[in-house]
């Protein structure tokens, strides 16, 4: 065999070893369907890898209608390296918004658009994150204007109705429980949050506090 026909076949194996090695196996429910979903540690990160990917598009329609400090150049920034990397740290299973189907795009887009409606809702205190990937009427700087707290609630309702059905079709795409789908983009919206109420943990108890 000629040297560089040589090369080019080590070359195409070693090829397949990498994507054999990056691209995650599906998870598998095992035991008893009562019992919690048994899930491999690799699998969790790169599905939260995805998530975050996602949440920050959310992120940054919440800024832009936000604005403060979490709009700040230095913000944008952030997100830009932190998209760029996740280019290359999210595997094949859980690929690039860009990839997915039409359906998955036009989810997405209720989501953004809902975000951008809420936006000033999440600013004044009025909504917050839960600790289950949902949002919640918590009007932390007591407003009682009851015009004020019905858009709020009407906000509110909007996200959640568009985050369960974007939860439910990523599931499917990627081929994940929503459970687990569910679970890792709870913990990317309190990673990620910035300027803005969530539930976070603390001393074993689920606490609300400004990000």
């Known amino acids: ?31 008893d369907k009562e019992k919690p979903i048994a899930i491999n540690a690799e699998i969790k990160i790169h599905i939260y890898q995805h998530a975050a ?10 800024d832009e209608e936000g604005g403060g400090a979490a709009g ?5 920034a952030l997100l830009a390296v932190s ?14 918004p860009a990839q997915r189907s039409a359906e998955w795009q036009q989810a ?10 809420a936006a000033r809702f999440f600013r004044n205190g009025m909504i917050g994150e839960r600790k289950d990937g949902f949002v919640e009427i918590i009007n932390k700087e007591g407003i009682t204007g009851t015009i004020e707290i019905a858009a709020a609630k009407r906000a509110a309702d909007a996200l959640n109705t568009a985050r369960k059905a974007f939860y439910e079709l990523d599931a499917k795409e990627l081929n994940q ?20 109420w969530v539930q976070v943990q603390k001393d074993g108890q689920w606490v609300w506090t400004k990000k």
Not at 10 to 18: D, K, N
Not at 83 to 96: K, M
């Open 177 to 196: 429980p929503l459970a687990v789908i569910q679970d890792q983009y709870a913990k990317a919206l309190r990673d990620k949050a910035q300027g803005i």
């Open 83 to 96: 998209r760029f990397v996740s280019l290359f740290t999210i595997p094949c299973a859980e690929a690039a």
């Open 108 to 117: 997405n887009s209720r989501v953004i658009k809902s975000y951008r409606e």
């Open 53 to 62: 990917s996602v949440v920050d598009g959310w992120q940054e329609a919440l």
């Open 72 to 76: 700040s150049a230095t913000n944008a």
């Open 1 to 31: 065999m000629k040297p560089a026909k040589h090369l080019l076949v080590l070359g195409m194996a070693l090829c397949g070893i990498v994507l054999l090695s990056v691209c995650s196996p599906q998870v598998k429910i095992v035991g």
